[in-house]
């Protein structure tokens, strides 16, 4: 199998309040055959979250309501979901940006804009 082809039952959260960074992403990934659910803020994401059990959750840093810090913290302190990998998605990439998400318990960092190839590889980092 290609390490650009994904196995279909991964399933991956993207939550960002930027209509256009979620349609993207959900584009690429479903092109290269994840099952993609989406999310404008924190909030609305958790019960979708609790309802289709993702396997990763990319969250991103700057939102209104709901940062993707707070997001992260609420995730990892929820004993269903402590173990499930979330990726931080910033325009920023200041190394207190970084620590700051490791702090809230984030595996990883990766810069907007990103690319489809970048999102793959941390999946299959991530998600065995």
Same mark, same amino acid.
């Given at each position: ?6 196995r279909?039952?991964? /399933? ?5 309040d ?5 349609r ?6 479903? /092109? ?39 997001t992260?913290?609420l995730i /990892? ?13 910033s325009? /920023?990439d ?10 809230a ?24």
């Amino acid at each position: 199998m290609s390490a650009r082809v994904a196995r279909v039952s991964i /399933k991956v959260m993207i939550i960002d309040d930027s209509n256009t960074i979620r349609r993207t992403a959900e584009a690429l990934l479903k /092109k290269a055959g994840y099952e993609v659910y989406t999310a404008a803020d924190g909030f609305e994401a958790m019960s979708m979250i609790t309802d289709n059990n993702p396997d990763i959750i990319f969250v991103d840093i700057m939102m209104p309501r709901l940062d993707g810090y707070q997001t992260c913290q609420l995730i /990892k302190n929820n004993k269903k979901f402590r173990d499930t990998p979330v990726i931080m998605l910033s325009s /920023k990439d200041g190394l207190f940006d970084r620590a700051r998400g490791r702090i809230a318990g984030s595996e990883e960092h990766v810069n907007k804009p990103f690319t489809q190839e970048e999102l793959i590889d941390v999946i299959n980092k991530y998600v065995h």
